[in-house]
């Protein structure tokens, strides 16, 4: 049996804003005098409408610059305990400016905590201006520790942009050489696969739960050696799947599509990376030797420092 504790393992999908310690969280609560629930972890199936939710909270802790090297710097503690050698930890600068801080002042506090040792991942959401990721490319120029962008989030009728709308931003990090992941099909139309690997040119694709549903996609996915980075757990709390037992991760890799396995949010989701693969060496049709793959391919997608 593998002892997934003892092997090493590339975590590409975990979330700063997520992933706090929960002493951290508690402690901060008390600084900043916001009521930390006593369980305030994702539940199985609920919305992901709830689960962002939840972010409205971390988010609150995380409006300084002290907090936010604070918590980069345990994240990559933490990764490092559970033997993740290869980790990229990704969020929103722009969601961290309640208190007045400047972007380039939020990134580099970020950048600070991680010291070289994770690379970042900066994040717009869907909805979100397109000159926003356009603006993220720009810092990515001069700041080498960023290793991608990602659209994060979900779609929602009232918003003006459509995913379509970004493709300029993920034009110009192409051509700068600046990873590029999305957010897509989370549980919603796989269509947004197809808009996210044809036209904004992505390499990886987080979630991507409904990949199955559409042979495009697949073949899209197929051709252009893209990368899913499967987050089970979050999937299933998210309901987004009915349970782990249910999880495409096992069909992808029949079907030859490349899988790495994550943890999104280490704190809300209440797990760790070995702890995701234990769940993943569970689910019906998966094997030693597939799971070996997903480890692999984790530190095969993995975006270079710049």
């Known amino acids: 049996m593998l002892d997934f504790k003892k092997l090493e393992k590339a975590d590409l999908h975990r979330h700063l804003d997520g992933s706090l310690r929960p002493s951290t969280m508690i402690e901060l609560g008390r600084k900043f ?7 305030f972890h994702f539940s199985p199936n609920m919305t992901l409408e709830k689960a962002l939710s939840f972010f409205v909270t971390s988010l609150k802790l995380l409006q300084e610059k002290n907090e936010l090297i604070r918590v980069a710097k345990e994240i990559v503690e933490d990764a490092k305990n559970d033997n993740v050698t290869a980790l990229e930890v990704r969020f929103g600068p722009h969601l961290h400016q309640q208190k007045n801080l400047r972007l380039e002042e939020i990134i580099d506090s970020v ?4 010291n070289g040792e994770a690379g970042l ?3 717009g959401l869907y909805g979100d201006d397109p000159n926003l990721l356009e603006t993220y490319v720009n810092f990515a120029k001069t700041r080498g520790g960023i290793v991608a962008i990602d659209l994060a989030g979900g779609p929602s009728p009232t918003q003006k942009f459509r995913l379509e709308d970004y493709a300029k ?5 192409k051509e700068i050489g600046l990873g590029r992941t999305v957010h897509a099909s989370e549980g919603r139309d796989p269509k947004e696969i197809v808009t996210a690997v044809s036209v904004l040119h992505a390499q990886r694709l987080g979630h991507a739960t409904t990949l ?11 051709e252009n050696n893209v990368t899913v980075e ?3 757990t979050s999937n299933w709390q998210c309901g987004v799947v009915q349970d782990l037992a249910h999880h495409p991760l096992p069909q992808w890799l029949d079907k030859g599509i490349n899988v790495c396995v994550n943890t999104d949010n280490t704190y809300f989701s209440n797990i760790t990376l070995s702890e995701e693969y234990m769940n993943a060496m569970d ?7 597939k799971i070996l793959s997903c480890l692999n391919q984790g530190f095969q997608a993995a975006f270079n420092m710049r």
């Open 111 to 114: 950048l600070e905590g991680l």
């Open 283 to 289: 689910m019906p049709g998966m094997t030693e030797s």
């Open 230 to 232: 499967s987050c089970p």
């Open 169 to 173: 931003a993920y034009s110009m990090a």
């Open 33 to 39: 005098n916001v009521d930390i629930p006593d369980d």
């Open 121 to 123: 991942i900066l994040c």
């Open 212 to 222: 199955l549903q559409s042979s495009e996609a697949i073949d899209l996915v197929l």
